[in-house]
């Protein structure tokens, strides 16, 4: 069996996806799906926290961007099918909120070429803000009717969008530090 993987175990973005990264994929998609049911237990309006970024931060980062590219965007079908998407007022909002925001956290899997905490930090940072950006600009077009009074569209998107960005992320960067502290070999770095 021919190996596709630098001598880091980073899968090599020309080739095919191995049978282990596929089902990499599915399963750390799969554990997103579920940590955001069980958070949404929790939810008290749209300030609560929420970790379920976490595995596919995982994922991007063992395996690098394509992996994690997909495997958000296996997520944001799974929003789909789930029935988890909902209250769409456009086809651009829609795209914007699901597939594109949940895909982007792929870019955390530019860390692979150097897997320091600040490294993986830095690059989980540049995925989940350009997932709240997707989040911000669907709020300031297709939501801005709900700013208060005198509110611009675009600010009143960024309170809401930017609070729980801010909670979130430091969710997930302390959760992706704890991680990295207890099981960096066998977490953040595959085997084969």
């Known amino acids: 069996m021919v190996h596709n993987y630098t001598k880091k175990g980073v899968y090599l973005m020309n080739k095919r996806l191995q049978p282990t990264v596929m089902m990499e994929i599915a399963l750390l998609a799969a554990l997103s799906m579920l940590i955001d049911f069980i958070d949404s237990a929790f939810r008290i309006g749209p300030w609560s926290f929420s970790f379920s970024m976490v595995p596919i931060l995982i994922l991007a980062i063992r395996r690098g961007p394509k992996a994690g590219f997909m495997g958000g965007f296996l997520w944001a079908l799974l929003q789909f099918v789930t029935g988890d998407a909902h209250?769409?007022?456009?086809?651009?909002?829609?795209?914007?909120?699901?597939?594109?925001?949940?895909t982007v956290l792929g870019l955390a899997g530019y860390a692979y070429r150097?897997?320091?905490?600040?490294?993986?930090?830095?690059?989980?940072?540049i995925g989940i803000f350009a997932r709240y950006v997707c989040h911000w600009l669907s709020g300031w077009i297709f939501f801005g009717m709900y700013a208060p009074e005198g509110q611009p569209a675009w600010l009143y998107s960024l309170i809401v969008n930017g609070n729980v960005f801010l909670i979130n992320t430091v969710v997930c960067l302390i959760i992706l530090a704890l991680l990295y502290y207890s099981s960096k070999d066998r977490l953040f770095i595959p085997k084969s």
Do not use: E
Not at 93 to 102: G, N, T, V
Not at 114 to 125: A, D, V, Y
């Open 114 to 125: 150097n897997r320091t905490l600040p490294n993986i930090l830095k690059w989980s940072l």
């Open 87 to 102: 209250g769409f007022v456009h086809p651009v909002q829609m795209i914007l909120d699901y597939p594109l925001a949940f």
